[in-house]
């Protein structure tokens, strides 16, 4: 069995939806707790003005680029646990 990297992905981190989410993850679990987590969306840049607006407890947080219509975005499914 294959151990996957995160829990949960945030797909679509930069909206405000996913920035909410994002904010609420890193505030309750943090990145070195017991929710492995990272953010995705189209964007590095997005992604990383959506990290830089956490603090610097989210300095070590994963970005990942992908895409809904790109066969690539299925990596960050493929390396999440649910």
Known sequence: MTTKPYDVVV????SFV???LAR????EFGLDGRLRWAAAGRSLPKLAE????LG??????????????VTASST????TRA
């Open 18 to 20: 996913g920035q909410i």
């Open 24 to 27: 609420y993850l890193c505030e």
């Open 76 to 79: 960050a499914c493929r390396n």
């Open 56 to 69: 610097h407890r989210a300095d070590k947080l994963t970005l990942v680029q992908a895409d809904a219509s």
């Open 50 to 53: 959506v990290r830089n607006s």
């Open 11 to 14: 797909f679509g981190a930069t």
